[in-house]
């Protein structure tokens, strides 16, 4: 499951869009979009971490860790850029606030034994050349296959409504 907070997204920092309009950056929003990026996260590692074993593959488990963070990635981006920039006890107070949730969720990744179970699977059926099991590309082929992936996107994110 691929869920991303699209384009025009009613917070900005869940907007997808290539152009950022970081005017409308504030620190009101900072928390809702936050939260509601980490509970999509969350979400789908924990649907990564309950497949059935028999059902793994590179797509539903490697890629799919790779995409389950991309919101959360994007708004939190955003976030601690403007904190850098145009920092505001505001700003600041909004940022520090959702920083604990944030790196708790990501230090818990990797101590989620359900999904490093299903990834050692994945790995270990790729190691052992099982055909059908969706063999782990070579670093070449995922680059080739992730830079297609974001490529595909392009014309999305650059078609702006203010045009």
């Given amino acids: ?13 869940l907007d997808s869009a ?13 928390a809702s979009a936050i939260e509601a990026a980490l509970a999509q996260a969350r979400a789908a590692v924990e ?16 890629l799919a860790l790779e995409n389950s963070t991309e919101a959360l990635n994007l708004a939190w981006a955003k976030v601690t850029h403007l904190q850098s ?14 920083l604990p949730g944030v790196s708790a969720f990501y230090a818990s990744i990797p101590l ?5 179970r299903r990834l050692k699977a994945v790995a270990a059926t790729a190691a052992r050349g099982l055909s059908g099991f969706g063999a ?10 992730t830079v ?3 490529a595909a996107r392009l014309p999305r994110l650059f078609a702006r409504s203010e045009l």
């Avoid at 920039?85 to 959702?98: F, G, I, K, Q």
């Avoid at 989620?112 to 490093?116: I, P, Q, S, T, V």
């Avoid at 782990?136 to 296959?145: G, I």
């Fill in 18 to 30: 290539f152009h950022i309009r970081w005017s409308t950056l504030a620190p009101e929003h900072v």
């Fill in 1 to 13: 499951m691929r869920l991303v907070f699209r384009r025009m997204s009613a917070n900005p920092f």
């Fill in 148 to 150: 297609a992936t974001r």
């Fill in 85 to 98: 920039v145009v920092d505001s006890p505001a700003l600041r107070d909004a940022h520090n606030a959702m």
């Fill in 136 to 145: 782990v590309p070579s670093p070449s082929h995922f680059f080739a296959t």
């Fill in 47 to 62: 649907e990564i971490a309950g497949r059935d074993l028999g059902s793994l593959t590179y797509a539903n488990t490697f």
């Fill in 112 to 116: 989620n034994a359900g999904l490093w």
